[in-house]
């Protein structure tokens, strides 16, 4: 991608994002995450008691792309029908007609995913991936672009299906919300209280594809993606790399979506940064949002009171970080 090229789409990106702060206080990692997410064209689950501002994030971006934005309240009693559609019959003409769900739209909400059964979970992470739904034999493709973005509740857990290793890591990022600061809340009051903000749309869902496209022509050097793989396979077999102990707390490791995640992530967050090059620190800040849900703990990992988080901060520290790409290399690519 030309510099040039790199400068106005850094520029388009600050708008949404200061029309999108306009609305929401604070959460920049979240917000930054978000349109990580969105231009890497992964999908997000987010984890954080409630009020955090997860819902008005993904509605105000929406209005600013002019996308279509929808939102599903996960719980026990869902069917996948009322997630994708289905077919309806017309007693009149003696017809079907596909009414479509909630899934057709650019950026999708789903609350709580928790909360629903194994099966409707298993229908919204094929459309994730598949990126299209099958109604009585017919394939629907969703809009382009498209986000689902699930979020989970850290509290009340009784009355939850927990989300299965293998789903989970069809999301590119698990990502922790946490409270607000004092002076963050105090600004959350006076806007909450005050007049609305009327947020201005600044792109279109069209333009926004187009980012996506360019965010596939960001240059990441072979010695950042080889960094990713001794990453992601370090969480596989650590004793490969030196890491014989960590072998005993690992039941799983992560799989090759995430070295994907962290290549395309990293692409991302030096395009929303305003380069057309990817530095090492734009992957090292995505490792732990692309792998803690991805490296599932033994039950001797758990009982030494350990964390997923713990184990990649272990395997970070353990391997060098590559130097940056020096000027010359990057014109050259």
Same mark, same amino acid.
Not at 3 to 13: E, G, I, R, S, V
Not at 208 to 228: F, G, I, K, M, T
């Given at each position: 991608?030309?510099?040039?090229?790199?400068?106005?789409?850094?520029?388009?990106?600050?708008?949404?994002?200061?029309?999108?702060?306009?609305?929401?206080?604070?959460?920049?990692?979240?917000?930054?995450?978000?349109?990580?997410?969105?231009?890497?064209?992964?999908?997000?689950?987010?984890?954080?008691?409630?009020?955090?501002?997860?819902?008005?994030?993904?509605?105000?971006?929406?209005?600013?792309?002019?996308?279509?934005?929808?939102?599903?309240?996960?719980?026990?009693?869902?069917?996948?029908?009322?997630?994708?559609?289905?077919?309806?019959?017309?007693?009149?003409?003696?017809?079907?007609?596909?009414?479509?769900?909630?899934?057709?739209?650019?950026?999708?909400?789903?609350?709580?995913?928790?909360?629903?059964?194994?099966?409707?979970?298993?229908?919204?992470?094929?459309?994730?991936?598949?990126?299209?739904?099958?109604?009585?034999?017919?394939?629907?493709?969703?809009?382009?672009?498209?986000?689902?973005? #699930?979020?989970?509740?850290?509290?009340?857990?009784?009355?939850? &299906?927990? =989300? +299965? /290793?293998?789903? *989970? !890591?069809?999301?590119?990022?698990?990502?922790?919300?946490?409270?607000?600061?004092?002076?963050?809340?105090?600004?959350?009051?006076?806007?909450?209280?005050?007049?609305?903000?009327?947020?201005?749309?600044?792109?279109?869902?069209?333009?926004?594809?187009?980012?996506?496209?360019?965010?596939?022509?960001?240059?990441?050097?072979?010695?950042?993606?080889?960094?990713?793989?001794?990453?992601?396979?370090?969480?596989?077999?650590?004793?490969?790399?030196?890491?014989?102990?960590?072998?005993?707390?690992?039941?799983?490791?992560?799989?090759?979506?995430?070295?994907?995640?962290?290549?395309?992530? #990293?692409?991302?967050?030096?395009?929303?940064?305003?380069?057309? &090059?990817? =530095? +090492? /620190?734009?992957? *090292? !800040?995505?490792?732990?949002?692309?792998?803690?849900?991805?490296?599932?703990?033994?039950?001797?990992?758990?009982?030494?009171?350990?964390?997923?988080?713990?184990?990649?901060?272990?395997?970070?520290?353990?391997?060098?970080?590559?130097?940056?790409?020096?000027?010359?290399?990057?014109?050259?690519?």
């Amino acid at each position: 991608m030309e510099p040039n090229k790199a400068a106005d789409t850094a520029q388009l990106m600050e708008q949404i994002l200061y029309e999108v702060k306009r609305v929401v206080v604070g959460q920049d990692r979240f917000l930054e995450r978000v349109m990580v997410a969105l231009l890497a064209q992964g999908h997000l689950l987010v984890e954080g008691v409630p009020g955090l501002a997860k819902t008005l994030t993904v509605k105000t971006l929406s209005n600013v792309v002019q996308g279509r934005f929808k939102r599903i309240q996960f719980t026990p009693d869902l069917v996948p029908a009322d997630l994708i559609g289905t077919r309806i019959y017309n007693q009149k003409t003696g017809d079907f007609s596909t009414s479509l769900g909630p899934v057709f739209a650019n950026l999708l909400l789903a609350d709580e995913i928790n909360r629903a059964p194994a099966k409707v979970q298993s229908a919204l992470l094929e459309v994730m991936q598949e990126r299209q739904v099958t109604i009585a034999g017919e394939t629907h493709k969703v809009p382009d672009p498209f986000l689902v973005m #699930a979020t989970q509740n850290p509290i009340e857990t009784e009355g939850t &299906y927990p =989300l +299965p /290793e293998a789903q *989970v !890591d069809r999301f590119m990022m698990k990502v922790m919300v946490d409270y607000p600061s004092d002076e963050e809340e105090y600004v959350i009051v006076e806007r909450v209280t005050g007049p609305a903000v009327q947020v201005n749309a600044v792109a279109t869902t069209e333009q926004l594809s187009q980012l996506q496209a360019l965010c596939r022509q960001v240059y990441v050097d072979p010695s950042l993606v080889q960094y990713a793989v001794k990453l992601v396979s370090a969480t596989r077999q650590p004793e490969q790399h030196g890491l014989k102990d960590m072998n005993r707390l690992i039941t799983y490791g992560a799989s090759p979506r995430a070295t994907i995640g962290l290549v395309e992530g #990293a692409r991302a967050l030096a395009m929303l940064r305003g380069r057309s &090059y990817a =530095l +090492p /620190e734009d992957m *090292v !800040d995505l490792v732990p949002d692309v792998l803690r849900h991805r490296v599932v703990l033994s039950y001797e990992g758990l009982s030494e009171g350990l964390s997923s988080e713990a184990l990649i901060e272990r395997i970070m520290k353990h391997l060098p970080v590559p130097a940056k790409p020096l000027e010359p290399e990057r014109r050259a690519a």
